[in-house]
């Protein structure tokens, strides 16, 4: 079965930078959609960014757009979120996910069946 095993994260003062990196195992087939999502505390899990590995393309969440930066490492089957000018808001636990799926709504956690442990991000003021 496919794993996501993610690493990076902590803590960093506004306008820091993190990367966050997402590898897959357990199988040779490459997932269709890879990125993450993020949940901070009494909120709903929101998505940040998705890459379509077959192409590929990427969405981000309107907040992000600008600041972060996915990327893919094919032959790792590795994805990265490279965070800059990170914001007080940015605060949450970030979740690796991860699809075979056609058809899917890239924003929605209900369409990703795979996912990390999480990693925390703290951005202080």
């Known amino acids: 079965a496919l794993q996501l095993v993610e690493s990076g994260g902590g803590s960093v003062e506004s306008g820091g930078s993190l990367r966050l990196s997402c590898a897959a195992s357990?199988?040779?087939?490459?997932?269709?959609?890879m990125g993450w999502f993020r949940q901070a505390p009494g909120k709903e899990r929101e998505a940040v960014a998705i890459?379509?590995?077959?192409?590929?393309?990427?969405d981000y969440a309107d907040s992000v757009k600008g600041r972060f930066v996915l990327s893919q490492d094919n032959a790792k089957n590795t994805v990265y979120l490279q965070m800059n000018n990170l914001k007080p808001e940015d605060t949450a636990w970030y979740y690796c996910a991860a699809t075979y799926w056609t058809n899917v709504r890239w924003d929605a956690p209900d369409d990703f069946p795979y996912w990390g442990q999480g990693t925390q991000v703290t951005i202080s003021s």
């Open positions: 357990g199988t040779t087939a490459r997932p269709r959609y």
């Open positions: 890459t379509y590995t077959v192409i590929p393309t990427y």
